[in-house]
Each structure stands twice: as C-alpha cells, then as structure tokens.
C-alpha cells in the first residue's frame, strides 16, 4: 500500500515515464472554469459526474475476478489516458479508491480538485457498478490529499 508521504515520489516517477500535455491545459483549465462559473460549483460538478460516467461507458471494463485484477484493469485504462494511478483497499464497510497524479495534480484552483473528481466518481461509479450489477454502489471523493492524491470510498 502506498503511504501518504510516498505519493510524492510514486506521482513523479508516474510522470516521468509520461509525454507533455500542457498544450492543452490552458483550454482545458479554462473550460472547466468557465463550467463552473456559469453552472455554479455543484451543478458543474453534477455535469461533470456525467461526463465521467459516460467517459466510462465508452471504455468498459470486463468483469474481474477479484479487487487485484480490477486494480490492474484500472490502471491499464488510466494509463491509456495518461491519466495517473490507482491503488484499491477494502475495510469492512467499503472499497478505498486512491488515485494518485491525476490529471494536473498540481492545479492549486479549488474548482479543479472539485471537477476532476467529479469527473472520476462518475467513471469509478460507472465501473464498479457495472462489476456488480445486484447491488447499488456509490463512489465518492472523500479526501483531496495535499500530497496529489485523490481518495474515493466506494460502497453502498
């Protein structure tokens, strides 16, 4: 399991093995806040959640066997997006959904932590619920880790 004070280190090396985006984080930065000034914080990240989830449907996952595999069938698809890594747990209640360099990790605005995690509850909620299709399933972020971690809880 990845300690709080090795996120650092493991989102560097994540990004070291990756290519340059910032071309696009100018527009990327200004349309997320143009969103969330005309919609308003929680109707953007509604719309956001959406977009997250139909982000997901776009790139299905098949049914894992178990929490190991579908961490790996995780990060292969995020690693496809060059969109950082994710580490699984589970405590008695619920799944814990670590993910670290997420996209522009290193954005200070609050209205981008609160988008991109928007943006990811929507798509680990599209794919976890569709690992277990019987039960209802919630994700949610519960922590923005100064470290440039995202932590989500995932249970009912």
């Not at 990845?2 to 100018?26: C, F, M, Q, S, V």
């Not at 996952?61 to 995780?74: D, H, I, V």
């Not at 798509?123 to 919630?138: D, I, S, T």
Request: aromatic share 10%; glycine share 8%; with cysteine.
């Amino acid at each position: 399991m990845t300690a709080e004070n090795d996120i650092p280190a493991r989102n560097l090396a994540y990004y070291g093995e990756r290519h340059d985006d910032r071309p696009w984080w100018p527009f990327v930065r200004t349309l997320v806040g143009e969103i969330c000034q005309s919609a308003g914080t929680t109707d953007a990240c509604h719309f956001l959640h959406h977009v997250g989830s139909r982000l997901a449907a776009a790139h299905p996952l098949a049914e894992q066997p178990t929490l190991a595999a579908l961490e790996k069938a995780l990060n292969g698809v995020l690693g496809e997006f060059e969109w950082g890594w994710v580490q699984l747990s589970t405590d008695n209640r619920s799944i814990r959904i670590l993910h670290g360099a997420y996209p522009s990790a290193w954005e200070t605005t609050d209205h981008w932590s609160q988008a991109i995690a928007a943006v990811l509850e929507g798509m680990y909620q599209h794919w976890f619920q569709a690992q277990n299709q019987e039960v209802r399933l919630q994700v949610q972020c519960t922590d923005r880790s100064q470290t440039g971690a995202l932590v989500f809880r995932c249970g009912r």
